[in-house]
């Protein structure tokens, strides 16, 4: 027989009638479901909406216009069935169709069927086995029967990034054989314990309806373990989204099968079962065509870690079919950290404000330090599983490779059309050329260009020609981006309209004027290194005084340098000095409301700065920089509105990097064209090049995710007078190769 699942969660599956098509789309798309219901006022069924129901239509339509209503639309010739028939009845018609209403008798939409799949809807939530790490912060009694300290817990909840704050709700009297007597001399220890607890320690209904309340009003879902039918009775009248079920209440088949039948997503603990009770109540759930997620559990409190187990998710996905997770008691938050790396999509974990409260969850409950950090190594581990694809070399080990590994160089000259032979061959560091094992590639090709004993061989020597260097024509100032050791060779291959040296700080302590023999009728644009002697990381808005104030005398070192350069450059009045003012954090983005302070001490920075002779521009900048082979977190100059805000406060004007603001909107999923709109007008100078993903910056144009057609036409009407340069990673290397590729591209729009 077909597994099915009976979903109840009907607003995913229906829309009035009179709703517009684009309506049902947009819900078809959101919902990831392939069916929508037509329903008129009083909820009755009268239709069926699918993908294929529009394109069939859309077909035969000279203009497709979707602001008609879906009733248009509307299969009303379509299979349903009762919600009394048989799971096999309703299995069998799977077999036909994808989804199967279930009407009752007058029509009404009560439940839609459709084959079993891991997938859960949690609220807005979507969990499968891709998505991140549902964390449950599992309050339960830890208020100790206090509403003003259970806000306190929410609020702590929050903080912590989980998804949702959990409680527990009993009915004493209809739970306990006892009425809840906390004072029955006839229950052992450990039950007159607990019942003395709970006696003292429950908030009430309407004290619960608060603090679920309250958990929606900061954003955050409430759920709720009920341990008994009243309790389940007066979560369903308040709209509980999902159900958690207690490791007591796995074998309690009645109330087990209760909260099947409420339709509602359950995650179950499995603390206190054997693999058999397990096994029962899949059986059951999955006969009343439950949604649910079983989590690993040892009812311990704590566990000794010997009892945790974390490897029978795995046997838990087996039986039943479904996703898992880790519910846990045990001390401290590795286990649940290593229960994300072994699958777990649901995590639980009790939280305190106190673990010297009366009661024994606070014992083993976490700090709200502490479940942030774990939080925080979850969603680390979440991005350090990564992707089963074929593995490709990032964009951090790129630039620890050309400075690591080994090249292939020439050992002796050659002339363009000579042949290589494998004796001219030898391997050295860097390894900013061909690898060592295309050896054999180049061993009996011709030369494409001239060779000097240790020169590198390069991709490009594997192909039949050479790229050419040439003379281009843009309608905007361009230049080249150069050092001191190749400014000069790679200046007499083109005509570009100024240089733009980019400093290390090496070359800071040499005198700039022994590399000009004659001045030259070009412009002049400076780079500031990014990091100076002794690891110093130039960082403006830094709070340490001490790392800003050298900071401030690093920055005034590169602009009196620049003055230095600048009467070798005719055609310079006010040469630009780009600098990355900093900003970054070593564990984490910083929080919004952060900004403000650090762009004024950045302000405050720059105001201490003689810039006589030069205009400073700031540079835009990717979330996650690369400092030679490492990531921090930047801060400033990644968004629009305070980067431009920051422009038009302060007076300044930006260098543009479309790559760093690309990585971005990819991470923080702006609309890229909206960035462009908001900093352009901000705008003197451009480094064009382009990026992929959230860290791929500095690739050749055309290979990342950069429309620079659109992009032209953008900045021709708000940046037509900013200058440009192609800062194509590692392009100087084979006397520029990587720049004359990204001119001949970028030319046909600039």
């Known amino acids: 027989m077909l597994k099915l699942i009976l979903d109840r969660n009907l607003t995913q599956y229906s829309l009035l009638s009179e709703e517009t098509i684009a309506s049902a789309l947009r819900k078809i798309v959101e919902n990831r479901k392939a069916i929508i219901c037509g329903i008129d006022a009083n909820g009755v069924v009268e239709g069926l909406f699918t993908n294929g129901d529009f394109l069939r239509w ?20 379509f299979v349903f069935a009762s919600p009394n028939d048989s799971s096999t009845k309703i299995s069998t018609l799977l077999e036909q169709v994808n989804y199967i209403p279930l009407l009752d008798e007058r029509r009404r939409l009560i439940a839609v069927a459709r084959r079993r799949d891991r997938a859960v809807r949690i609220g807005s939530y979507l969990l499968e086995d891709d998505s991140p790490t549902f964390v449950i912060a599992e ?69 619960m309806a608060q603090v679920f309340d309250y958990c ?80 690993n559990c040892n009812s311990t409190y704590p566990p000794p870690f010997k009892d945790v187990h974390l490897r029978y998710m795995r046997r838990l996905q087996e039986i039943g079919e479904c996703l898992v997770g880790h519910s846990g008691h045990e001390r401290g938050i590795q286990i649940a950290v290593a229960a994300v790396a072994l699958g777990a999509k649901v995590i639980e974990k009790h939280i305190t404000l106190d673990r010297d409260m009366e009661g024994n969850d606070h014992k083993v409950s976490l700090l709200p330090d502490e479940f942030a950090a774990m939080t925080e190594g979850i969603r680390q581990v979440e991005q350090a599983l990564g992707t ?53 590639q180049l061993v009996g090709k011709r030369a494409t260009r001239a060779f000097s004993p240790g020169d590198f061989f390069y991709p490009s020597d594997l192909e039949v020609e ?40 090496k070359d800071m302590d040499l005198d700039p004027h022994k590399f000009f023999d004659t001045d030259y009728d070009l412009g002049l644009t400076v780079h500031s290194p ?28 590169v602009i009196d340098l620049t003055r230095a350069l600048k009467p070798h450059f005719r055609r310079t009045d006010r040469p630009f000095v780009i600098v990355s ?77 479309v790559s760093h603001s690309k990585l971005a909107c990819n991470h923080f999923h702006w609309s890229f064209s909206e960035f462009v709109n908001t900093v352009s007008p901000h705008t003197a100078h451009l480094h064009l090049v382009d990026a992929q993903g959230l860290d791929g910056e500095g690739l050749q144009i055309g290979e990342g995710d950069i429309d620079f057609s659109f992009l032209a036409k953008q900045l021709d009407l708000s940046a037509r007078k900013a200058s440009f340069i192609p800062e194509i990673w590692q392009g100087h ?17 600039f």
Not at 410 to 418: A, F, K, T, V, W
Not at 623 to 649: I, S
């Open 58 to 77: 859309s077909i035969d339509q000279l203009n497709v216009d979707l602001q008609q209503p879906i009733s248009t639309l509307l299969n009303r010739e």
């Open 139 to 207: 309050i339960g009694l830890n208020h100790n029967g206090s509403l003003a300290i259970a806000k306190q817990l929410v609020d702590a909840v929050v903080s912590s990034g989980a998804y949702c704050a959990k409680f527990q709700m009993r009915t004493m009297r209809a739970l306990y054989v006892n009425n809840g007597n906390a004072n029955d001399v006839r229950e052992n220890l450990g039950a007159q314990y607990t019942l003395d607890l709970l006696a003292r320690f429950q908030l009430s209904s309407d004290e």
């Open 216 to 295: 929606e009003k900061r954003g955050i879902m409430p759920l709720c373990t009920p341990w008994d039918s009243e309790s389940l009775a007066f979560l369903e009248d308040y709209g509980m989204m999902a159900y958690k079920v207690a490791s007591a209440d796995l074998t309690n088949h009645d109330l087990l099968q209760v909260l099947a039948d409420t339709g509602k997503p359950l995650i179950c603990s499995t603390g206190m079962s054997n693999e058999d009770e397990i096994v029962e109540a899949v059986s059951l759930l999955q006969n009343r065509g439950a949604q649910y997620i079983l989590l």
């Open 388 to 440: 089963t694809s074929e593995r490709a070399i990032t964009q951090g080990e790129r630039i620890n490779r050309s400075t690591l590994a080994k090249s292939l160089v020439i050992n002796c000259s050659l002339r363009p059309g000579d042949l290589i032979r494998s004796e001219m061959i030898e391997v050295k560091s860097p390894g900013r050329g061909l690898q060592p094992n295309r050896k054999a």
């Open 466 to 505: 050479a790229v050419q260097s040439r003379h281009y024509s843009f309608s905007r100032p361009w230049g080249l981006p150069v050092r001191y050791h190749d400014f000069k060779s790679i200046l007499e291959k083109s005509n570009p309209d100024f240089l733009e040296f980019h400093l290390s700080y």
């Open 530 to 557: 990014d990091l100076f002697a002794g690891d110093h990381l130039l960082n403006l808005a830094a709070e340490d005084e001490s790392h800003r104030q050298r900071s401030i005398k690093e920055l005034q070192r």
């Open 581 to 657: 003012v900093g900003g970054f954090s070593r564990d984490g983005l910083l929080p919004i409301e952060d900004r403000p302070a650090l762009y004024a001490r950045v302000a405050q920075s720059l105001a201490q700065i003689n810039a006589e002779g030069v205009e400073l521009i700031a540079q835009t900048l990717p979330p996650f920089p690369w400092y030679f082979g490492g990531q921090l977190y930047l801060n400033l100059f990644v968004a629009p509105d305070d980067t431009a805000e920051f422009c038009k406060q302060y007076g300044y004007r930006l260098c543009f990097d």
């Open 733 to 749: 290397e084979n006397d520029g190769e990587g720049f004359w590729i990204a001119l001949e591209r970028l030319e046909k729009w």
